[in-house]
């Protein structure tokens, strides 16, 4: 869904016992035109009414719409030049678009529905030729074939023969299919496995109490292969595949409920149908938003609004204005007073001083990764045959380190990229212009966290404080899949530019890292490590930085503050929540024994910035 390389990260976290990870297939797409506002509206107080009074029918797994195409194949790589051809095909004919898309009630035995009259179907097919065409041009190698049948619009459809004189009924009331509405043209995508699944969403957890159980989270989606259906026991039991995480086994029936197929899908794009009057005025509103949901891609009520206009995608400029005025004015940096207190300055070489008040713990996620940018493939794109690198994008380091094992130690253990020195620096400025002072700052030994601690000091102007490198710091180990990084060296880091502590010993050694670790041993090895490292700082030294992993953040402070350690699943769950840079900050109240922690809002502000997916060129052609 162009979601950007951060969700498929995320995914693949997920993912990573998916026994069907590594399977190419491709993903099943397909055309709609879809109303928007009252008509919209109107269906859908029809179908749910038609569930109140009689139960649901075959309308229910999907939401209002007109099918435009079959469902055709497509390989990710091609996805953008599929998006790129229906948007030159629909462009192309916007000004032969109808001025009303005019629709006419049809109800026979065993189906309601609206049919489009012929001068809205022709236009709508017309789009259809032409984007076969674009793609047969294109060489793509997909296959489109138009919707020959009736246009129409599915109200309601396989129900018995006894319930047709109600839903006929509720049609009437409840839809007028002259009423003025809005339509769009979306391309939708599905994982292949849903032609021929049940989509069934968890309303309980369960945790799994044998080897062959599924564990069911809260809101993700299990798919029930019809082939399937008949794995049951007496008890209810049933054999479904989480969406969640791909992984597959027996659950309680009654944990779950039916829902709609299309819950699971993704919206690539959409587009906005104007009229030619409207066209003679202004250009065809594109709406290009993503509204991809990582547990529902279903468009509703709620998300339709957003499609009326373009007002109220980007905030209002008198509000923006209204907010940056509540901006706290920087600090002077320059006065005779600044220089002597704020132990900041690159000049000044005490550190900082301990501020007169309670110890916050502050802990970041790592910057932008390169291998998650670039794929696992950099190294082979950027290193030459005699180890020499090469910056094949601007986005790549400007340098790297020199790695005792040669390139080949980056494939377990990434650097960042120019992006994640930037979002670092601009942290720590952010944290500068706070007034907030690092006292003490401890990293995991991956150089992407080495490194976006170096970043976010070099952001506060604090070029004094030594990095101590925490080998216990370092992320859950069942995700390096029994295959433990080689680390840099502290005086290769030196080398390097970083500034690191020589003369810190780790806690924890490398020999003590066990490779088949239990989330459980995570947690615990993370609570020990955050509790041993704010003991030997000391409980009035002022503040403490840990810069590690999305997992860090939850794993170093659940217990801190009183809390439980959470299954595997929602520990993955809630990786994916946690944003490059990622910061959480916890206070101390109390002094010794009967101190406490408690989380608090972080000092700084959030950093958010949207995706921006490599260009090629060729897409212009």
Same mark, same amino acid.
């Given at each position: 869904?162009?979601?950007?390389?951060?969700?498929?990260?995320? *995914?693949?976290?997920?993912?990573? %016992? @998916?026994?069907?990870?590594?399977?190419?297939?491709?993903?099943?797409?397909?055309?709609?035109?879809?109303?928007?506002?009252?008509?919209?509206?109107?269906?859908?107080?029809?179908?749910?009414?038609?569930?109140?009074?009689?139960?649901?029918?075959?309308?229910?797994?999907?939401?209002?719409?007109?099918?435009?195409?079959?469902?055709?194949?497509?390989?990710?790589?091609?996805?953008?030049?599929?998006?790129?051809?229906?948007?030159?095909?629909?462009?192309?004919?916007?000004?032969?678009?109808?001025?009303?898309?005019?629709?006419?009630?049809?109800?026979?035995?065993?189906?309601?529905?609206?049919?489009?009259? @012929?001068?809205?179907?022709?236009?709508?097919?017309?789009?259809?030729?032409?984007?076969?065409?674009?793609?047969?041009?294109?060489?793509?190698?997909?296959?489109?074939?138009?919707?020959?049948? &009736?246009?129409?619009?599915?109200?309601?459809?396989?129900?018995?023969?006894?319930?047709?004189?109600?839903?006929?009924?509720?049609? $009437?009331?409840?839809?007028?299919?002259?009423?003025?509405?809005?339509?769009?043209?979306?391309?939708?995508?599905?994982?292949?496995?849903?032609? #021929?699944?049940?989509? =069934?969403?968890?309303?309980?957890?369960?945790?799994?109490?044998?080897?062959?159980?599924?564990?069911?989270?809260?809101?993700?989606?299990? %798919?029930?292969?019809?082939?399937?259906?008949?794995?049951?026991?007496?008890?209810?039991?049933?054999?479904?595949?989480?969406?969640?995480?791909?992984?597959?086994?027996? =659950?309680?029936?009654?944990?779950?409920?039916?829902?709609?197929?299309?819950?699971?899908?993704?919206?690539?794009?959409? *587009?906005?149908?104007?009229?030619?009057?409207?066209?003679?005025?202004?250009?065809? #509103?594109?709406?290009?938003?993503?509204?991809?949901?990582?547990?529902?891609? #279903?468009?509703?009520?709620?998300?339709?609004?957003?499609?009326?206009?373009?007002?109220?995608?980007?905030?209002?400029?008198?509000?923006?204005?209204?907010?940056?005025?509540?901006?706290?004015?920087?600090?002077?940096?320059? /006065?005779?007073?600044?220089?002597?207190?704020?132990?900041?300055?690159?000049?000044?070489?005490?550190?900082?001083?301990?501020?007169?008040?309670?110890?916050?713990?502050?802990?970041?996620?790592?910057?932008?990764?390169?291998?998650?940018?670039?794929?696992?493939?950099?190294?082979?794109?950027?290193?030459?045959?005699?180890?020499? =690198?090469?910056?094949?994008?601007?986005?790549?380091?400007?340098?790297?380190?020199?790695?005792?094992?040669?390139? &080949?130690? %980056?494939?377990?253990?990434?650097?960042?990229?120019?992006?994640?020195? %930037?979002?670092?620096?601009?942290?720590?400025?952010?944290?500068?212009? &706070?007034?907030?002072?690092?006292?003490?700052?401890? /990293?995991?030994?991956?150089?992407?966290?080495?490194?976006?601690?170096?970043?976010?000091?070099?952001?506060?102007?604090?070029?004094?404080?030594?990095?101590?490198?925490?080998?216990? +710091?370092?992320? *859950?180990?069942? *995700?390096?899949?029994?295959?433990?990084?080689?680390?840099?060296?502290? @005086?290769?880091?030196?080398?390097?530019?970083?500034?690191?502590?020589?003369?810190?010993?780790?806690?924890?050694?490398?020999?003590?890292?066990?490779?088949?670790?239990?989330?459980?041993?995570?947690?615990?090895?993370?609570?020990?490590?955050?509790?041993?490292?704010?003991?030997?700082?000391?409980?009035?030294?002022?503040?403490?930085?840990?810069?590690?992993?999305?997992?860090?953040?939850?794993?170093?402070?659940?217990?801190?503050?009183?809390?439980?350690?959470?299954?595997? &699943?929602?520990?993955?769950? +809630?990786?994916?929540?946690?944003?490059?840079?990622?910061?959480?900050?916890?206070?101390?109240?109390?002094?010794?024994?009967?101190?406490?922690?408690?989380?608090?809002?972080?000092?700084?502000?959030? +950093?958010?910035?949207?995706?921006?997916?490599?260009?090629?060129?060729?897409?212009? $052609?």
């Amino acid at each position: 869904g162009d979601c950007g390389i951060q969700v498929a990260a995320d *995914w693949l976290l997920s993912h990573v %016992f @998916d026994p069907d990870l590594d399977k190419v297939t491709p993903r099943e797409y397909i055309v709609y035109a879809c109303p928007m506002g009252p008509l919209g509206n109107a269906i859908e107080d029809f179908m749910d009414s038609a569930v109140a009074h009689i139960g649901k029918n075959g309308a229910h797994k999907s939401f209002p719409h007109v099918t435009l195409c079959q469902f055709f194949k497509c390989e990710d790589g091609l996805s953008p030049y599929v998006i790129h051809a229906l948007k030159n095909s629909f462009l192309s004919l916007m000004k032969e678009a109808p001025q009303e898309i005019k629709l006419k009630r049809f109800t026979t035995q065993g189906y309601i529905g609206l049919f489009l009259e @012929d001068e809205a179907a022709s236009w709508f097919r017309e789009i259809m030729k032409l984007f076969a065409v674009e793609c047969r041009q294109q060489g793509l190698g997909i296959q489109i074939e138009p919707h020959r049948r &009736q246009l129409h619009i599915t109200m309601a459809h396989q129900y018995p023969p006894e319930h047709h004189a109600k839903l006929e009924e509720l049609a $009437q009331a409840l839809v007028d299919p002259t009423t003025h509405t809005k339509w769009e043209l979306r391309l939708y995508s599905r994982d292949v496995r849903l032609a #021929t699944s049940e989509v =069934y969403k968890v309303l309980y957890p369960y945790t799994p109490r044998k080897e062959d159980e599924l564990e069911l989270v809260e809101d993700d989606f299990v %798919f029930v292969s019809t082939s399937d259906q008949g794995q049951t026991d007496s008890e209810g039991w049933f054999f479904g595949t989480s969406f969640f995480t791909g992984c597959s086994g027996m =659950y309680p029936g009654n944990y779950v409920e039916k829902v709609k197929d299309s819950d699971c899908w993704t919206l690539h794009k959409s *587009w906005m149908v104007s009229s030619p009057e409207k066209e003679s005025r202004q250009s065809p #509103t594109v709406s290009t938003q993503n509204l991809h949901k990582s547990r529902n891609s #279903t468009i509703r009520r709620e998300d339709q609004q957003l499609y009326d206009n373009a007002i109220g995608l980007l905030p209002d400029r008198r509000n923006v204005e209204e907010l940056y005025a509540k901006v706290q004015p920087k600090r002077k940096r320059h /006065s005779i007073t600044d220089t002597t207190t704020n132990s900041s300055s690159p000049d000044n070489d005490s550190p900082p001083a301990v501020p007169q008040g309670p110890r916050r713990l502050f802990i970041f996620r790592h910057a932008e990764r390169v291998d998650v940018t670039f794929g696992k493939q950099w190294i082979q794109l950027s290193f030459d045959s005699e180890g020499y =690198y090469h910056r094949r994008n601007l986005n790549m380091p400007k340098e790297l380190p020199k790695r005792q094992g040669g390139p &080949q130690e %980056f494939v377990k253990d990434s650097p960042i990229t120019e992006s994640g020195l %930037f979002q670092a620096r601009l942290t720590g400025e952010g944290m500068r212009e &706070q007034g907030i002072k690092i006292h003490h700052v401890i /990293s995991s030994p991956a150089i992407r966290c080495v490194q976006t601690a170096n970043a976010i000091l070099q952001g506060m102007g604090d070029f004094n404080t030594r990095i101590k490198v925490e080998h216990g +710091l370092f992320e *859950w180990l069942a *995700w390096c899949r029994g295959d433990i990084p080689v680390f840099m060296s502290a @005086d290769d880091m030196m080398k390097f530019g970083l500034q690191v502590d020589p003369t810190y010993s780790s806690l924890v050694s490398m020999k003590d890292l066990k490779p088949n670790e239990t989330h459980l041993e995570f947690y615990k090895r993370m609570y020990n490590i955050t509790r041993l490292l704010l003991k030997n700082v000391g409980p009035n030294s002022g503040n403490v930085m840990i810069v590690g992993h999305a997992a860090t953040l939850e794993a170093c402070t659940r217990q801190l503050v009183g809390g439980q350690p959470r299954n595997a &699943q929602d520990l993955t769950k +809630l990786v994916q929540k946690i944003p490059y840079c990622g910061v959480c900050v916890c206070q101390e109240s109390g002094h010794g024994k009967s101190s406490t922690w408690d989380f608090i809002d972080p000092p700084v502000p959030p +950093l958010t910035h949207a995706p921006n997916i490599r260009f090629d060129w060729r897409c212009l $052609q």
